[in-house]
T-cell receptor
Framework: DAKTTQPTSMDCAEGRAANLPCNHSTISGNEYVYWYRQIHSQGPQYIIH???NNETNEMASLIITEDRKSSTLILPHATLRDTAVYYC??????????????FGPGTSLSVIP | GAVVSQHPSRVICKSGTSVKIECRSL??????MFWYRQFPKQSLMLMATSNEGSKATYEQGVEKDKFLINHASLTLSTLTVTSAHPEDSSFYIC?????????FGPGTRLTVL
């Protein structure tokens, strides 16, 4: 059974913020929220991950709700190169205990000029 | 970030031949290697998991005698598609893991004629 649900597709205007939602209502206390993206014909690229606090890096921001049942990936200024399939994944990720990354269908984001 | 290479990046072969795909972790040692495949317009599907020096564990529906995995060292794993058929045409992606973090190769596009 899928641990996350995401919209199938989204459009975003170039230069605008892209907000990609993800529901993970059955997340466990030791599971992190990970985001990857896959540009056509390339391997998946890591974007960001978090446990319960909001996170930001040079690529994106991750906002996790207080109950941890959902999260939003924010690309602050989307460019055409951000057109890709975005995958939200929950997994345990510790040195001594980890889950393999299982991909759902993801959200296909199209950035429009 | 961690660097993962795959070779070849694309290969075309005749039906009935065998194809070997190499995956190397260039700047870290991978205790575990995952192999995924991706059919057009579909998500990545996990094929098998291997630990260095051990036999691979295959996901349900993946033939272990057809997809031979060798993980002889911490920096190299190979996937051999034996007696390839047109239905094996796919995008194959390796994913080495260390300390709970998974990284992804750029993928190998296999076309079987």
């Amino acid at each position: 059974d899928a641990k996350t649900t995401q919209p199938t597709s989204m459009d975003c205007a170039e230069g605008r913020a892209a907000n990609l939602p993800c529901n993970h209502s059955t997340i466990s206390g030791n599971e992190y929220v990970y985001w990857y993206r896959q540009i056509h014909s390339q391997g998946p690229q890591y974007i960001i991950h978090g446990l319960k606090n909001n996170e930001t890096n040079e690529m994106a921001s991750l906002i996790i709700t207080e109950d941890r049942k959902s999260s939003t990936l924010i690309l602050p200024h989307a460019t055409l190169r951000d057109t890709a399939v975005y995958y939200c994944i929950v997994r345990v990720s510790l040195k001594t205990s980890y889950d393999k990354v299982i991909f759902g269908p993801g959200t296909s984001l199209s950035v429009i000029p | 970030g961690a660097v993962v290479s795959q070779h070849p990046s694309r290969v075309i072969c005749k039906s009935g031949t065998s194809v070997k795909i190499e995956c190397r972790s260039l700047d870290f040692q991978a205790t575990t290697m995952f192999w995924y495949r991706q059919f057009p317009k579909q998500s990545l599907m996990l094929m098998a998991t291997s630990n260095e020096g051990s036999k691979a564990t295959y996901e349900q529906g993946v033939e272990k005698d057809k997809f031979l995995i060798n993980h002889a060292s911490l920096t190299l794993s190979t996937l051999t598609v034996t007696s390839a058929h047109p239905e094996d045409s796919s995008f194959y992606i390796c994913s080495p893991q260390t300390s709970g973090e998974q990284f992804f190769g750029p993928g190998t596009r296999l076309t079987v004629l």
